[in-house]
């Protein structure tokens, strides 16, 4: 049983390159969402989903895009890497709401 | 909208010596407030969950407790491996937002 894991655990893009972080979880979760956390300014939502097929946006949500085609997997994608999008991105999962969330161990990304 | 605010920023202790953090909170309905640990390169660990005012949890070192404004993370003798951020967030209960506080660092000297 691995829990949530996210691949890469390390990235460096160009300003203006593309890419996709992966998420992959199987506790069987409905809830999974992406997080990004910044020194002094906490976790923040990016993007949700309730369910396959559903998504929605979260706090920050410019830049990123996602999809949710299976229970399992929940990939972010970034369209053209800004260096305001260096950070870590943590994806989380959680069976329903009022259940605490089950972190991934996050991608830390550089945008040069 | 939901705010979370924790205090100290920072929190130096000596092994043994008891302290407390605190999460001071704002939400319209609380559906429940979550205690994590987040070490060094990592993804925060669930702690604990509080539902209502009054209601404590306890794992360990660790003592959880809830009023409706504020909820107190009490470390008791800590040991150096008690060594890593501890973050506080809250979920209203309309919605699936999680709103996280931005942690306290704590640092346990030998």
């Known amino acids: 049983n691995a829990g949530v894991t996210q691949t890469p655990k390390f990235q460096v893009l160009k300003t203006g390159q593309s890419m996709t972080l992966q998420c992959a979880q199987d506790?069987?979760?409905?809830?999974m969402s992406w997080y990004r956390q910044d020194p002094g300014m906490g976790l923040r939502l990016i993007h949700y989903?309730?369910?396959?097929?559903?998504?929605d946006q979260g706090e920050v949500p410019n830049g990123y895009n996602v999809s949710r085609s299976t229970t399992e997997d929940f990939p972010l994608r970034l369209l053209s890497a800004a260096p305001s999008q260096t950070s870590v991105y943590f994806c989380?999962?959680?069976?329903?709401?009022?259940?605490?969330?089950?972190f991934g161990n996050g991608t830390r990304l550089t945008v040069t | 909208e939901d705010q979370v605010t924790q205090s100290p920023e920072a929190l130096r202790l000596q092994e043994g010596e008891s302290s407390s953090l605190n999460c001071s909170y704002t939400?319209?309905?609380?559906?429940?407030l979550f205690w994590y640990r987040q070490d060094p390169g990592k993804g925060p660990e669930f702690l604990f969950t509080?539902?209502?005012a009054g209601e404590e949890k306890e794992k360990e070192r660790l003592k959880a407790t809830l009023t409706k404004k504020e909820s107190f993370l009490h470390i008791t003798a800590p040991k150096p491996e008690d060594s890593a951020t501890y973050l506080c967030?809250?979920?209203?209960?309309?919605?699936?937002?999680?709103?996280f506080g931005t942690g306290t660092k704590l640092q346990v000297i030998p």
């Open positions: 506790m069987n979760h409905e809830y």
């Open positions: 939400v319209s309905g609380l559906r429940g």
């Open positions: 509080l539902y209502s």
């Open positions: 989903s309730v369910g396959a097929g559903i998504t």
């Open positions: 989380a999962s959680t069976q329903s709401d009022g259940l605490p969330l089950h």
């Open positions: 967030a809250v979920q209203a209960l309309l919605g699936q937002k999680v709103t």
